[in-house]
């Protein structure tokens, strides 16, 4: 296996080091109150560094957004994976998901600062939401249950994402967020359970 340059490798650490110290700043206080100095100054960053590797305060959020929610939508698909029944799935991924927004940077970053700062971005360009490939995977093995058998995948999967989305909002607004989780949960194992038949599998 080639080992990278030292240019390539300091660029990488740079980058990551941005990344992690902006994750910090739009964790503990938002996007619009955090500046472009205050991450320079506290990475040790010049700002030509900065300006290399982003465009700006908006491409640095969306490059820690993208962290944030990759690592909650591994831990998606890894505990769907985890579970031998659909129904088992898809509950496993949801929660995975809904545990993330009591997770103060999924929270900020992912469930409330993200709909201000890239939503335009989505609707002008048409870019799908990263969370569509992992609902779609997720839900997939209910198609071949008796409840969903004849669904189409893509409108299963529309719907399931503006719940997921309601839901998220509603955990993350909470002044009382584990409570309003729990809450979720009872209203996600009640709507399942009947979309299901109350049966599993």
């Keep these: 296996m080639s080992v990278k340059p030292l240019r390539v490798r300091q660029a990488e650490a740079t980058r990551s080091l941005l990344i992690e110290v902006a994750r910090q700043n739009f964790t503990e206080h938002g996007y619009a109150a955090t ?105 997939t093995p209910l198609l071949g249950t008796a409840s969903f058998g004849g669904m189409a995948i893509d409108a299963l999967t529309y719907v399931a994402l503006g719940g997921l989305y309601g839901a998220s909002l509603y955990i993350a607004r909470a002044s009382q967020p584990r409570a309003a989780r729990a809450e979720v949960d009872l209203v996600l194992d009640t709507l399942i359970s009947g979309l299901l038949g109350g049966k599993r599998g």
């Design 35 to 139: 500046s472009i100095d205050d991450i320079i100054r506290q990475a040790g960053v010049a700002r030509g560094g900065l300006y290399h590797h982003f465009s700006g305060k908006e491409a640095l959020f969306r490059a820690v957004y993208e962290t944030v929610e990759g690592g909650v939508i591994a831990r998606v698909m890894e505990a769907a994976a985890s579970q031998s029944s659909p129904w088992d799935a898809v509950r496993a991924g949801l929660s995975a998901f809904l545990d993330a927004c009591l997770e103060p940077s999924f929270r900020r970053i992912v469930v409330l600062d993200s709909i201000s700062v890239l939503q335009s971005q989505v609707l002008e360009v048409g870019i799908d939401p990263h969370e569509l490939p992992m609902l779609r995977t997720v839900l």
